[in-house]
């Protein structure tokens, strides 16, 4: 352990030049090209377990056993088999946007994480939208598998996480700022 805790590198001090550490993370102001390949590498492995857990387990679980009831109309009886999912039966819409999310998830983890161990450079578009979609797709599973919400809403949530990420790994810091501050703020000083 050095004097500096061992780990972190220290702060960039104003009025001295940067370190090499600092000038390879963008000159101390943290940027996407500063994550290391292999961090990211952990993170779409992470990200793809997750996406294959929640694909495999859909909320709501599954029918115990065969079930009759009346359809919503009441006009007929409806069957629910056992070991199909409880919410592909009652929330068919929410249903196929949660596994759409799941695969697209799944496939754009994997996607990074080849990318990666292919040593496509962590700044290139691949690498960073990839991050995006499977990381946003994580929400929107979490938000379609609460039944409370209207779909669209849930939509909406997921389009705004989109757009949040994309501007946070594809925007250089200071151009970041200026958006985040005209996105949250209406452009105004403080």
């Not at 101390?28 to 994550?35: E, K, R, S």
């Not at 694909?55 to 056993?65: A, D, L, V």
């Not at 999912?85 to 754009?108: N, T």
């Amino acid at each position: 352990m050095g004097g500096n805790g061992g780990v972190f590198p220290p702060l960039p001090v104003r009025g001295q030049p940067a370190s090499v550490n600092q000038q390879q993370l963008g000159g101390g102001l943290h940027t996407w090209v500063g994550n290391d390949a292999n961090t990211l590498l952990v993170v779409a492995t992470l990200i793809t377990t997750l996406t294959y857990q929640l694909g495999t387990s859909i909320p709501g679980g599954y029918w115990q056993q065969d079930t009759t009831a009346a359809s919503r109309d009441g006009k007929e009886q409806v069957t629910y088999r056992a070991g199909d999912p409880i919410m592909r039966d009652l929330h068919r819409p929410r249903y196929w946007v949660f596994m759409g999310a799941s695969w697209v998830g799944f496939a754009s983890s994997m996607m990074m994480t080849l990318s990666l161990l292919v040593r496509m450079p962590v700044d290139s578009r691949h690498v960073r939208w990839s991050f995006v979609v499977a990381y946003s797709s994580l929400v929107l599973t979490f938000v379609v598998s609460q039944p409370k919400t209207h779909l669209s809403v849930d939509l909406l949530i997921w389009a705004a996480v989109l757009v949040f990420l994309w501007i946070i790994v594809s925007l250089h810091p200071d151009r970041r700022a200026r958006v985040i501050q005209e996105l949250c703020c209406g452009g105004r000083e403080t």
